[in-house]
């Protein structure tokens, strides 16, 4: 029997609190944070999830970008980084080399 788990994320990067330098997170939501992402239309958008990450950065003190991969029912929304640098900026915080 095969079961499929499907999960819900939000990617940062910031700039955070103490020291203020950039870092990065990659933030678990679950089916409350995704009710209280929707805009006033029920819709999720690049703006709705922004504003609900506003609220829950946590340990941010500015938010510089973020991507998105959100389970709603049967689809999947997908929203991307809004610069492309930002991918990689968020793997050198997460990842970073070993030398």
């Known amino acids: 029997m095969k079961y499929m788990v499907r999960s819900s994320f939000v990617d940062v990067i910031g700039k955070l609190w103490m020291p203020n330098t950039t870092a990065a997170t990659r933030i678990k939501v679950d089916s409350y944070d995704i009710g209280n992402m929707r805009d006033e239309d029920g819709q999720l958008n690049r ?7 506003m609220f829950h950065s946590g340990d941010f003190s500015q938010v510089l970008d973020f991507s998105a991969s959100i389970e709603d029912g049967q689809e999947t929304i997908t929203i991307e980084w809004a610069d492309e640098d930002s991918e990689f900026t968020y793997f050198d915080c997460m990842y970073p080399d070993n030398d």
């Open 47 to 53: 703006d709705s999830v922004e504003q609900w990450l």
